[in-house]
């Protein structure tokens, strides 16, 4: 019985231990969403994307004019 005993407290103390690790988490309910970026943030990553050479110039150019005619 003692045996027994000292094979199933480790156990138990262990299940015990992580539980709380495993449990679900409590979820506020609050969803927060990334700010829109400003204009001048479009268009700073725009210039590093045509600097780096990740677009071409006439690509820059259509999206300089959409993010400056957006409304």
Do not use: H, W, Y
Request: glycine content about 8%; proline content about 6%; hydrophobic content about 35%.
């Amino acid at each position: 019985m003692k045996k027994n005993l000292c094979l199933l407290l480790p156990g138990m103390l262990a299940l015990a231990l992580l539980t709380g690790c495993l449990s679900p988490q409590q979820d506020s309910g609050q969803k927060t969403e990334a700010p829109n970026p400003t204009i001048g943030q479009q268009m700073n990553d725009l210039l590093k994307a045509r600097n780096s050479g990740a677009i071409t110039e006439k690509e820059f150019q259509v999206r300089k004019d959409q993010i400056l005619n957006q409304r």
